[in-house]
Protein backbone atom coordinates (compact mmCIF):
# COMPACT_ATOMS: atom_id res chain seq x y z
CA UNK A 1 0.00 0.00 0.00
CA UNK A 2 2.78 2.42 1.30
CA UNK A 3 4.63 1.52 -1.84
CA UNK A 4 1.85 2.57 -4.03
CA UNK A 5 1.03 5.94 -2.28
CA UNK A 6 4.75 6.85 -2.88
CA UNK A 7 4.22 5.65 -6.79
CA UNK A 8 1.16 8.20 -6.77
CA UNK A 9 3.00 11.08 -4.98
CA UNK A 10 5.86 11.08 -7.52
CA UNK A 11 3.25 10.62 -10.64
CA UNK A 12 1.29 13.82 -8.86
CA UNK A 13 4.94 15.37 -8.73
CA UNK A 14 6.02 14.79 -12.05
CA UNK A 15 2.65 16.16 -13.57
CA UNK A 16 2.41 19.61 -11.51
CA UNK A 17 6.16 19.99 -12.69
CA UNK A 18 5.08 19.47 -15.57
CA UNK A 19 2.59 21.69 -15.84
CA UNK A 20 4.81 24.28 -14.09
CA UNK A 21 7.45 23.94 -16.79
CA UNK A 22 4.53 24.13 -19.77
CA UNK A 23 3.23 27.15 -18.36
CA UNK A 24 6.66 28.88 -17.74
CA UNK A 25 8.31 27.86 -21.33
CA UNK A 26 5.39 27.87 -23.41
CA UNK A 27 2.35 30.24 -21.74
CA UNK A 28 4.46 32.93 -19.97
CA UNK A 29 7.95 33.12 -22.17
CA UNK A 30 9.88 35.73 -20.32
CA UNK A 31 8.42 39.33 -19.99
CA UNK A 32 8.13 41.80 -17.39
CA UNK A 33 6.04 45.04 -17.44
CA UNK A 34 7.19 48.00 -19.67
CA UNK A 35 7.17 51.37 -19.28
CA UNK A 36 4.14 51.90 -21.83
CA UNK A 37 1.69 49.68 -20.35
CA UNK A 38 2.84 46.88 -22.94
CA UNK A 39 4.97 43.86 -21.88
CA UNK A 40 8.60 43.76 -22.18
CA UNK A 41 9.77 40.59 -23.97
CA UNK A 42 13.52 40.21 -22.05
CA UNK A 43 15.92 38.68 -24.73
CA UNK A 44 19.76 38.35 -25.31
CA UNK A 45 20.90 41.02 -28.16
CA UNK A 46 21.64 38.40 -30.49
CA UNK A 47 18.04 37.13 -30.12
CA UNK A 48 16.39 40.61 -30.23
CA UNK A 49 18.64 41.14 -33.47
CA UNK A 50 17.31 37.70 -34.89
CA UNK A 51 13.52 38.76 -34.19
CA UNK A 52 14.17 42.45 -35.57
CA UNK A 53 15.79 41.08 -38.72
CA UNK A 54 12.56 39.30 -39.24
CA UNK A 55 10.57 42.19 -38.32
CA UNK A 56 12.44 43.69 -41.51
CA UNK A 57 11.75 41.28 -43.81
CA UNK A 58 7.99 41.79 -42.58
CA UNK A 59 7.58 45.16 -43.66
CA UNK A 60 9.97 44.52 -46.87
CA UNK A 61 7.56 41.82 -48.16
CA UNK A 62 4.64 43.93 -47.28
CA UNK A 63 6.29 46.90 -49.46
CA UNK A 64 7.13 43.85 -52.46
CA UNK A 65 3.32 43.23 -51.91
CA UNK A 66 1.83 46.50 -52.33
CA UNK A 67 3.80 47.09 -55.52
CA UNK A 68 2.66 44.20 -57.08
CA UNK A 69 -0.65 45.16 -56.18
CA UNK A 70 -0.14 48.40 -58.12
CA UNK A 71 1.42 47.02 -61.01
CA UNK A 72 -1.26 43.92 -60.87
CA UNK A 73 1.96 41.59 -60.83
CA UNK A 74 0.63 38.48 -59.25
CA UNK A 75 4.23 36.73 -59.56
CA UNK A 76 5.92 39.74 -57.27
CA UNK A 77 3.03 39.21 -54.72
CA UNK A 78 3.09 35.48 -54.86
CA UNK A 79 7.23 35.29 -53.93
CA UNK A 80 6.85 37.95 -51.35
CA UNK A 81 4.33 36.32 -49.68
CA UNK A 82 5.73 32.73 -49.67
CA UNK A 83 9.31 33.68 -48.36
CA UNK A 84 7.29 34.72 -45.64
CA UNK A 85 5.11 31.44 -44.70
CA UNK A 86 5.45 29.10 -42.34
CA UNK A 87 8.74 27.88 -43.75
CA UNK A 88 10.32 31.28 -42.45
CA UNK A 89 9.61 30.33 -38.71
CA UNK A 90 11.88 27.27 -38.94
CA UNK A 91 14.45 29.72 -38.26
CA UNK A 92 13.65 30.31 -34.91
CA UNK A 93 16.05 28.31 -32.27
CA UNK A 94 13.48 26.23 -29.53
CA UNK A 95 15.32 28.33 -26.67
CA UNK A 96 13.74 31.53 -28.12
CA UNK A 97 10.55 30.27 -28.88
CA UNK A 98 10.33 29.45 -25.41
CA UNK A 99 10.75 33.15 -24.19
CA UNK A 100 8.58 34.64 -26.38
CA UNK A 101 4.75 34.53 -24.81
CA UNK A 102 1.66 31.92 -26.16
CA UNK A 103 0.01 35.07 -27.81
CA UNK A 104 2.99 36.47 -28.99
CA UNK A 105 3.19 33.22 -31.03
CA UNK A 106 0.06 32.87 -32.22
CA UNK A 107 -0.07 36.39 -33.38
CA UNK A 108 3.45 35.90 -35.39
CA UNK A 109 2.38 32.41 -36.54
CA UNK A 110 -0.57 33.72 -37.45
CA UNK A 111 1.18 36.29 -39.71
CA UNK A 112 3.09 33.72 -41.25
CA UNK A 113 0.08 31.03 -41.97
CA UNK A 114 -1.58 34.59 -43.31
CA UNK A 115 1.30 35.35 -45.89
CA UNK A 116 1.10 31.39 -46.91
CA UNK A 117 -2.52 32.13 -47.15
CA UNK A 118 -2.04 35.30 -49.69
CA UNK A 119 0.49 33.13 -51.75
CA UNK A 120 -2.00 30.33 -52.22
CA UNK A 121 -4.84 32.75 -53.06
CA UNK A 122 -2.89 34.20 -55.95
CA UNK A 123 -2.32 31.08 -57.59
CA UNK A 124 -6.22 29.60 -56.64
CA UNK A 125 -7.81 33.16 -57.29
CA UNK A 126 -5.68 34.44 -60.31
CA UNK A 127 -6.41 38.14 -59.36
CA UNK A 128 -4.49 40.91 -57.69
CA UNK A 129 -7.55 42.57 -56.29
CA UNK A 130 -7.25 39.86 -53.52
CA UNK A 131 -4.25 40.77 -52.06
CA UNK A 132 -5.56 44.01 -52.03
CA UNK A 133 -8.24 42.76 -49.61
CA UNK A 134 -6.02 40.43 -47.59
CA UNK A 135 -3.47 43.05 -47.14
CA UNK A 136 -5.20 45.15 -44.69
CA UNK A 137 -6.29 42.03 -42.49
CA UNK A 138 -2.69 40.89 -42.40
CA UNK A 139 -1.49 44.22 -41.59
CA UNK A 140 -4.41 43.63 -38.42
CA UNK A 141 -1.82 41.19 -36.95
CA UNK A 142 1.13 43.16 -37.37
CA UNK A 143 -0.81 46.10 -35.46
CA UNK A 144 -2.26 43.77 -32.41
CA UNK A 145 1.18 42.65 -31.87
CA UNK A 146 3.25 45.87 -31.53
CA UNK A 147 0.28 47.14 -29.20
CA UNK A 148 1.23 44.86 -26.86
CA UNK A 149 4.99 43.92 -26.99
CA UNK A 150 7.84 45.47 -26.90
CA UNK A 151 11.73 43.95 -26.99
CA UNK A 152 14.36 44.30 -24.18
CA UNK A 153 17.70 42.95 -23.46
CA UNK A 154 18.25 43.39 -20.11
CA UNK A 155 15.44 43.46 -17.49
CA UNK A 156 16.97 46.38 -15.36
CA UNK A 157 16.39 48.53 -18.55
CA UNK A 158 12.54 48.87 -17.05
CA UNK A 159 13.65 49.82 -13.60
CA UNK A 160 16.15 52.26 -14.95
CA UNK A 161 13.61 54.02 -17.00
CA UNK A 162 10.73 54.03 -13.75
CA UNK A 163 13.39 55.46 -10.88
C1 LIG B 1 4.10 38.37 -32.85
C2 LIG B 1 4.29 39.77 -32.71
C3 LIG B 1 4.60 40.62 -33.90
C4 LIG B 1 4.02 40.54 -35.16
C5 LIG B 1 2.92 39.63 -35.64
C6 LIG B 1 4.67 41.55 -35.93
N1 LIG B 1 5.60 42.22 -35.19
FE1 LIG B 1 6.86 43.65 -35.85
N2 LIG B 1 7.71 43.80 -34.02
C7 LIG B 1 7.29 43.11 -32.90
C8 LIG B 1 8.04 43.55 -31.75
C9 LIG B 1 7.87 43.04 -30.32
C10 LIG B 1 8.93 44.54 -32.20
C11 LIG B 1 9.90 45.36 -31.35
C12 LIG B 1 9.13 46.57 -30.87
C13 LIG B 1 9.80 47.29 -29.71
O1 LIG B 1 10.74 46.75 -29.09
O2 LIG B 1 9.32 48.40 -29.41
C14 LIG B 1 8.71 44.67 -33.63
C15 LIG B 1 9.40 45.53 -34.46
C16 LIG B 1 9.13 45.72 -35.79
C17 LIG B 1 9.86 46.59 -36.68
C18 LIG B 1 11.11 47.39 -36.31
C19 LIG B 1 12.32 46.57 -36.74
C20 LIG B 1 13.67 47.16 -36.30
O3 LIG B 1 14.64 46.87 -36.97
O4 LIG B 1 13.71 47.90 -35.31
C21 LIG B 1 9.25 46.53 -37.89
C22 LIG B 1 9.66 47.28 -39.16
C23 LIG B 1 8.13 45.62 -37.79
N3 LIG B 1 8.09 45.13 -36.50
C24 LIG B 1 7.29 45.30 -38.83
C25 LIG B 1 6.27 44.36 -38.75
C26 LIG B 1 5.34 44.06 -39.83
C27 LIG B 1 5.30 44.75 -41.16
C28 LIG B 1 4.53 43.06 -39.37
C29 LIG B 1 3.39 42.37 -40.05
C30 LIG B 1 3.56 41.87 -41.38
C31 LIG B 1 4.95 42.76 -38.02
N4 LIG B 1 6.00 43.56 -37.69
C32 LIG B 1 4.37 41.78 -37.26
C33 LIG B 1 6.34 42.11 -32.86
C34 LIG B 1 5.57 41.69 -33.93
Given at each position: MKKYSIAWLIVGLSVLLNGLFIYL????GTTVPSTDNRFAIVLTPGERDLVLSEMRAFLSAVQQISQGIANKDMATIKQASQSL????????PVSLMGKLPLEFKKLGFGTHEAFDQLAQDMV?????AVALERLPVLLGGCVACHASYQIITDATQVADRNP
Open positions: FIVKGMAATTKVQMDDT
